[in-house]
């Protein structure tokens, strides 16, 4: 199967810093993309829509100038969360969507496991 | 979005088969069912799509209702590397792609 990407796997920071997290694509291309937040104990929540080449765009309720996205290329978007907080700690995680057919499949990458501290 | 249910939970004995109910009685006709599972710590893993026909594939077999209110995930031989919340979703995206979580259902496998 297509294969994502993430980097780091794992990050710890202190309270205001920003993190930059990256979700590459390796064996295709990925107009789209996104990216979700997922807490402990609970499923996955569409935080925005990466779109290689224009703004992405963010789901109700998420802040877009704390959570910068930037899709780069076609096999690259990265999250940024700026002036981290605690409560930002989280399990992030992209997909990108590979075309096969008639049909779209989203392959999802391993996670990105932010603590702020 | 169209919505799905799907039990909390479910056990399965190793070896056995496992049918993983799933409803979606507002589904609209261009709505494609998706199945992911996500294992601790883990990033979703793609398991089976359909639209209308049964699909196979090698980790499952999805029957769909005739209606298409409903659908079935089944996984022939549960092993213990199955356990993992499964996710039944509607891509009702309009094309954008946008698969909207729900709650799943936490699979447990006994040995």
């Known amino acids: 199967g297509a294969v994502v990407s993430q980097h780091p796997s794992r990050v710890i920071c202190k309270s205001g810093t920003s993190v930059k997290i990256e979700c590459r694509s390796l064996?295709?291309?990925?107009?789209?993309m996104f990216w979700y937040r997922q807490f402990p104990k609970q499923s996955l929540m569409l935080m925005a829509t990466?779109?290689?080449?224009?703004?992405?765009?963010?789901e109700q309720g998420v802040e877009k100038d704390k959570f910068l996205i930037n899709h780069a290329s076609l096999t690259l978007s990265t999250l940024t969360v700026t002036s981290a907080h605690p409560e930002d700690s989280s399990f992030y995680i992209c997909?990108?969507?590979?075309?096969?057919?008639?049909?779209?499949?989203?392959?999802f990458g391993p996670g990105t496991r932010l603590t702020v501290l | 979005d169209a919505k799905t249910t799907q039990p909390n939970s479910m056990e399965s004995n190793e070896e056995e088969p496992v049918h993983l109910p799933c409803n979606h009685s507002?589904?609209?006709?261009?709505?494609?069912i998706h199945w992911y599972r996500q294992l601790p710590s883990q990033g979703p893993e793609y398991v089976i799509h359909?639209?209308?026909s049964n699909v196979n594939n090698r980790m499952a077999s999805l029957a769909i209702a005739e209606d298409r209110k409903s659908s079935t995930l089944i996984l022939h031989r549960a092993t213990l590397r199955d356990a993992a919340v499964y996710y039944c979703?509607?891509?009702?995206?309009?094309?954008?792609?946008?698969?909207?979580f729900g709650q799943g259902t936490t699979l447990q496998v006994k040995p």
């Open positions: 997909s990108a969507i590979r075309l096969a057919g008639n049909t779209d499949t989203q392959y």
């Open positions: 064996d295709f291309q990925a107009t789209t």
């Open positions: 990466s779109n290689e080449g224009s703004k992405a765009t963010y």
């Open positions: 507002t589904i609209s006709g261009t709505d494609y």
């Open positions: 359909g639209l209308t």
């Open positions: 979703i509607l891509d009702g995206s309009g094309n954008t792609g946008k698969l909207i």
